[in-house]
């Protein structure tokens, strides 16, 4: 199993940036890694993936071009940069990690979750 902490979550008004981190520890190895968001009264959504290398990625259409995912593999650590933000990208991101690209970029199955962090996004 794969531990994740994400950080970096808070308040933005639209247009503007965060920076989300998830620490990863446990059975790391050649996971892939992704993030996932679930608004309120909503299913859980795929936002974006990365490969272990980071040479493929993968991002939800809502996403793309705002988003960018990014990996340091000495330190563990994924990252989702977030810009132009929009008050529809209001939810709870959680980190997630599989040994599988088809499930990491759908719906995780199988794989690992973070706890979550909020980010709102203000009119």
């Known amino acids: 199993q794969v531990q994740l902490v994400e950080s970096g979550g808070g308040l933005v008004q639209a247009g503007g940036s965060l920076r989300l981190s998830c620490v990863a520890s446990?059975?790391?190895?050649?996971?892939?890694m992704g993030w996932f968001r679930q608004a309120p009264a909503k299913e859980r959504e795929f936002v974006a993936a990365?490969?272990?290398?980071?040479?493929?990625?993968n991002y939800a259409d809502s996403v793309k071009g705002r988003f960018t995912i990014s990996r340091d593999n000495a330190k563990n650590t994924v990252y989702l940069q977030m810009n132009s933000l929009k008050p529809e990208d209001t939810a709870v991101y959680f980190c997630?990690?599989?040994?599988?690209?088809?499930?990491?970029?759908?719906?995780?199955?199988?794989?690992?979750w973070g706890r979550g962090t909020q980010v709102t996004v203000s009119s």
């Open positions: 997630a990690a599989n040994t599988r690209w088809s499930a990491i970029t759908t719906s995780n199955d199988g794989g690992s």
């Open positions: 446990g059975r790391t190895a050649r996971s892939y």
């Open positions: 990365i490969s272990w290398s980071g040479a493929n990625t």
